[in-house]
């Protein structure tokens, strides 16, 4: 059973920094491309980043609101994706999903981080 | 960017009666050497991720149930509920992913 389980959300003021975890398990995570994807409150889906497998270069996308202060990365030992978050703003405050593949096609629960003065 | 538009942003159906969601990409979707559309559908209820439901525009998801389904290509897309059911109640979202950054419909809002 594939499961994909994010931490490392919370509270924190803008301009300061949080690192999100996806821990998985159940699919062959070298080969998977990544993904996060973020739903603020009373909004849509919004993609915010990818980061491809190794073997496919390993290389990240970014969505043009968080390009230069978000970093993807994984780590294929532990089967863990990750994000750094950096310079956080108000509108970052959002649900944050990893998911799966192209498209998406399993998703995590999401974790909650607030950015708020 | 290719920017993804959704019609009508909510509707409200009877159960056991059609659904009908168009969603419309800003240029198209469709790879022309594999003869794909990169358009798929989400379902997404409160509290809950987003499920995939629809692929390439017209291919189900394993155990999507069959009264889901998708049509289109290029650019105009569309996403049927044949005979809804209270389970259904959900926003509903078309995505492509030809291209990064990959991009959302702004959601439409199907109740009971």
């Known amino acids: 059973e594939v499961q994909l389980v994010e931490s490392g959300g919370g509270f924190v003021e803008p301009g300061e920094s949080l690192r999100l975890s996806c821990a998985t398990s159940?699919?062959?995570?070298?080969?998977?491309?990544l993904s996060w994807v973020r739903q603020a409150p009373g909004k849509g889906l919004e993609w915010v980043g990818r980061?491809?497998?190794?073997?496919?270069?390993?290389?990240?996308d970014y969505a043009a609101p968080v390009k230069g202060r978000f970093t993807i990365s994984r780590d294929d030992s532990r089967e863990i994706l990750y994000m750094q978050m950096n310079s956080l703003k108000t509108e970052d405050t959002a649900i944050y999903y990893c998911?799966?593949?192209?498209?998406?096609?399993?998703w995590g629960q999401g974790t909650l981080v607030t950015v708020s003065s | 960017d290719i920017v993804m538009t959704q019609s009508p942003d909510s509707l409200a159906v009877s159960l056991g009666e059609r659904a009908t969601i168009n969603c419309k990409s800003s240029q198209s979707v469709l790879y022309a050497s594999n003869n794909n559309n990169y358009l798929a559908w989400y379902q997404h209820k409160p509290g809950q991720p987003p499920k995939l439901l629809i692929y390439w525009a017209s291919t189900r998801e394993s155990g999507v149930p069959d009264r889901f389904s998708g049509s289109g290509s290029g650019t105009d897309f569309t996403l049927t509920i044949s005979g809804l059911q209270a389970e259904d109640v959900a926003v509903y979202y078309c995505q492509q992913y030809y291209t990064t950054p990959f991009t959302f419909g702004p959601g439409t809002k199907v109740d009971i």
């Open positions: 159940g699919f062959t995570f070298s080969k998977a491309w």
């Open positions: 998911a799966t593949g192209n498209p998406f096609d399993y």
């Open positions: 980061i491809k497998s190794k073997a496919d270069g390993g290389t990240t």
